[in-house]
């Protein structure tokens, strides 16, 4: 069965302290891995999308990583801010747009 | 930029209502999605359409039906509504249905069904 796993599920971080999200994915076939912000009552927001053959991907204080041999992405947040308050989903593209979701961290940064 | 918009951001109906939930995208994106999304289970799809009048269904269809007689709108169709169709409605558009290509989320509709 298609899964995509987040830890840790929920994250309290101090206002300009860096974290890291986990996921890790049991999904095929594999097109492309992407990762979304969603704030409170909001749509997903792409944050960046990796295909097989890349490694890490960049967009302002958010690096996400991928290994497609051991299933596995990251996402960096650096000097945390704290509008970067919001659920953070990790979204495999199994191809034909049929995209397996995971159930989201949900950060929260502290002043 | 890409404007998917949802017609209600929040609704409640009546157990036995018709519902309807309307997405409208301003792109000319060939494809348009429903999702609904429950806490502790992520975003799961209900229907898309690749084209004007065709359908597909994607994981979740039962309860629910489609319509899409022009490119800019899909609808969400709950033909009689019941207390678990309770959560938040997504609508989501995208050109191209292979590769990197990005889907676009409306800020969502949130239906509670009493």
């Known amino acids: 069965k298609n899964q995509v796993e987040q830890s840790p599920q929920s994250l309290i971080i101090l206002e300009g302290k860096n974290c890291t999200l986990q996921c890790n994915y049991t999904v095929s076939p594999f097109s492309n891995l992407r990762w979304y912000k969603q704030d409170t009552g909001r749509g997903p927001v792409s944050l960046t999308i990796?295909?097989?053959?890349?490694n890490t991907k960049s967009n302002g204080r958010y690096t996400a990583t991928l290994d497609a041999d051991t299933k596995q992405s990251s996402l960096h947040i650096t000097a945390s801010q704290l509008s970067d308050s919001a659920s953070y989903i990790c979204v495999v593209n199994t191809g034909f747009q049929k995209l397996v979701f995971g159930t989201g961290t949900r950060l929260l940064v502290s002043p | 930029d890409v404007k998917v918009t949802q017609s209600s951001r929040y609704l409640v109906k009546r157990t036995g209502e018709k519902v309807f939930l309307e997405c409208v995208q301003d792109?000319?994106?060939?494809?348009m999605f429903w999702y609904r999304q429950d806490p502790g289970l992520g975003l799961r799809l209900i229907y898309f359409?690749?084209?004007?009048?065709?359908?597909e269904k994607g994981d979740i269809p039962e309860g629910y039906s489609v319509s899409r007689e022009k490119k800019e709108r899909f609808s969400l169709i709950l033909e009689s509504a019941s207390t678990n169709q309770t959560s938040m409605y997504l609508c989501a558009s995208s050109s191209h249905l292979y590769g990197t290509y990005e889907q676009y989320f409306g800020p969502g509709t949130r239906l509670t069904v009493t």
């Open positions: 359409s690749y084209d004007v009048k065709m359908k």
């Open positions: 792109m000319d994106h060939e494809n």
């Open positions: 990796m295909t097989f053959s890349e």
